[in-house]
């Protein structure tokens, strides 16, 4: 898995959001940012994770923090995502892969028995100079919110 530890530097990137506006790491500087990754979009663990983070977006920006999500689906995709559940903050279509290999998230996974690769659902908290101050493996989708701003 990851490889990143608390105190690096966050990789850099730049992918497009569901809407094909190109976004960077670099966007974030001054700011802090949540950088969530997750499996598949409109799923149901999925759905559950940035929902809780879209209702307490408002908490999030008071303390000074933005949100970014970050799957391998596709814009048309991602754009549904984001549109059906209200999303207020972007989701990157990292079809390709670039910013989840960046971040290490991606590798052998098990469900139901079978093995296969993907998204290891995990989350990473960045400050305002881009360095990592939180990784969290283990996401509870339902109090995601709470994991964060402990």
Request: proline share 4%.
């Amino acid at each position: 898995m990851t490889t990143l530890k608390i105190g690096d530097k966050a990789p850099s990137f730049n992918c497009e959001d569901q809407d094909g506006n190109s976004i960077q790491l670099t966007d974030y500087k001054g700011k802090k940012l949540v950088l969530f990754f997750y499996p598949k979009a409109s799923t149901p663990g999925c759905t559950v994770e940035a929902c809780d983070l879209r209702d307490n977006h408002h908490t999030f920006q008071a303390k000074g923090y933005e949100i970014l999500g970050v799957s391998a689906d596709s814009q048309k995709r991602q754009s549904n995502f984001r549109n059906k559940y209200e999303f207020p903050y972007p989701l990157l279509a990292d079809e390709d892969k670039k910013v989840i290999n960046a971040f290490g998230v991606w590798g052998p996974k098990k469900f139901m028995g079978k093995e296969y690769e993907g998204i290891h659902r995990t989350t990473f908290v960045i400050d305002e100079n881009g360095l990592i101050e939180d990784i969290i493996l283990k996401v509870k989708t339902k109090e995601h919110t709470k994991q964060i701003l402990k």
